[in-house]
C-alpha cells in the first residue's frame, strides 16, 4: 500500500502548525490487531486510543467477523496488545456496534463512548460507560449521550476535554432517503461534563464533484485544530474509504471546518492520532489487505518526522 504526505494547509486561518500531520509512512507500520478472517466484512479497526498514568497505550477498537464486537486492549511499548475485555453488541441490545472513543478524564477516571446499531433499522445511538479502570468498564452501565432521530443515526464519535470543555465530533447518517443511508456529514457538540451535550450542526460535508462527495467522517483531531477525516465519491466504495485533512474556516469561534485540498492523502480509514508525553506521536488506522478483510495497524511518529 503506497502512501502519499500533504504539508500544505491552505485553509487553515491564523492557526499555529507545528510540523506535518502525523500521516502513515514515516513511521515503521506494524500489524496491533490482525484481520479476523479473510475477505469482506472480516474487520479489525476502528481504533480509539489513550494513555494510562502508568505510560501504557490503552486502545479500544472494533472487530467485524462471524460476530461484532469491541474490544479493549492495553500494551506497555504500543505495538504488542494484550486484551484487556470484550463488550458484544448483545451487551448494548446492538444489532452491530462500530468505532468506540476511549477518555481519560481530568479526575483520572474512564469513559467508553460506543456506537450501538437499532435491531431492525438503519439508525444507530451513542451510548457511555465510565469506569474507575479500563477494566472496570466492561460491567459498566451504558447510558445514552447521543441518541439521533428518525432521520439521523449516530455513530463514531471523536471525543476531547481540552481541560476547559468538552468536544464531541460525530459521524451522521442521513436516513431521509431509503436505500441512501450511507451518505454521512460530520456534527460537532460541546458538554461541560461529556454527558449532556449541546449540539452546533454540521461542520464538514462532502463536496459535490469530489473524491468525498459521498461523505466526509472526522477521525482525529490536533491540539492546533486540524483534522483527520475519511471519506468516499459514491455509494459503491462504502468500507473503501480514504483520509485526508481538514481544519478551521476561520479564528472567529466557528466550529465549521475546510477540507485542504481535492485529493484524499493516504488509502486508509478510521485514522486515531495519539500524542505522546515525550513528543511525537502514535497513530492507528484500518487498513484494506487484498482479499478485502481489514487489520489494525499502528506507527510510532518521532517528533523529527514533525517537526
Known amino acids: 500500500m503506497a502512501f502519499s504526505r500533504i504539508t500544505s494547509t491552505s485553509g487553515l486561518a491564523a492557526h499555529r502548525v507545528s510540523g506535518p500531520f502525523p500521516l502513515p509512512g514515516p513511521g515503521r507500520a506494524m500489524v496491533a490487531v490482525p484481520a479476523p478472517g479473510t475477505g469482506p466484512q472480516r474487520w479489525a479497526g476502528a481504533p480509539s486510543a489513550a494513555l494510562d498514568t502508568d505510560g501504557s497505550i490503552v486502545l479500544a477498537y472494533r472487530v ?15 505495538e504488542r496488545y494484550t486484551t484487556v475485555g470484550i463488550l458484544t453488541k448483545e451487551r448494548f441490545g446492538a444489532m452491530m456496534v462500530e468505532r468506540p472513543a476511549l477518555v481519560r ?17 438503519k439508525h444507530w445511538w451513542i451510548g457511555v460507560l465510565e469506569a474507575p479502570s479500563p477494566e472496570g468498564l466492561l460491567d459498566a452501565q451504558v447510558h445514552p449521550v447521543f441518541e439521533g432521530d428518525e432521520a439521523t443515526a449516530v455513530k463514531d464519535p471523536v471525543i476531547r476535554h481540552d481541560g476547559r470543555q468538552w468536544q464531541a465530533w460525530i459521524c451522521c447518517h442521513l436516513l431521509d432517503e431509503p436505500g441512501q443511508e450511507d451518505r454521512m456529514t460530520t456534527s460537532y457538540a460541546t458538554s461541560d461534563d461529556g454527558l449532556r451535550w449541546q449540539q452546533h450542526g454540521t461542520v464538514l460535508s462532502g463536496r459535490p464533484g469530489a473524491w468525498d ?8 483531531v490536533l491540539a492546533d485544530g486540524r483534522v483527520s477525516y475519511d471519506g ?16 478551521p474556516q ?3 469561534g466557528d466550529a465549521a471546518l475546510m477540507a485542504f485540498d481535492d485529493a484524499p492523502v493516504v488509502d486508509v480509514r478510521y485514522l486515531d ?3 505522546l508525553p ?30
Open 250 to 252: 476561520s479564528t472567529g
Open 213 to 220: 462527495a459521498r461523505g466526509a467522517r472526522l477521525t482525529s
Open 273 to 275: 492520532v495519539l500524542s
Open 105 to 121: 478524564t481530568g479526575s483520572g477516571r474512564w469513559r467508553l463512548y460506543v456506537s450501538c446499531a437499532t435491531p431492525g433499522t
Open 64 to 78: 467485524r467477523d462471524a460476530d461484532d464486537y469491541n474490544v479493549i486492549a492495553r500494551s506497555v511499548d504500543g
Open 232 to 247: 468516499r465519491a459514491t455509494a459503491e466504495e462504502n468500507w473503501f474509504e480514504r483520509t485526508s485533512l481538514a481544519g
Open 278 to 307: 515525550a513528543g511525537g506521536y502514535r497513530i492507528f488506522y484500518e487498513a484494506r489487505l487484498p482479499d478485502g478483510s481489514h487489520e489494525l495497524r499502528t506507527e510510532l511518529i518521532t517528533a523529527a518526522a514533525t517537526g
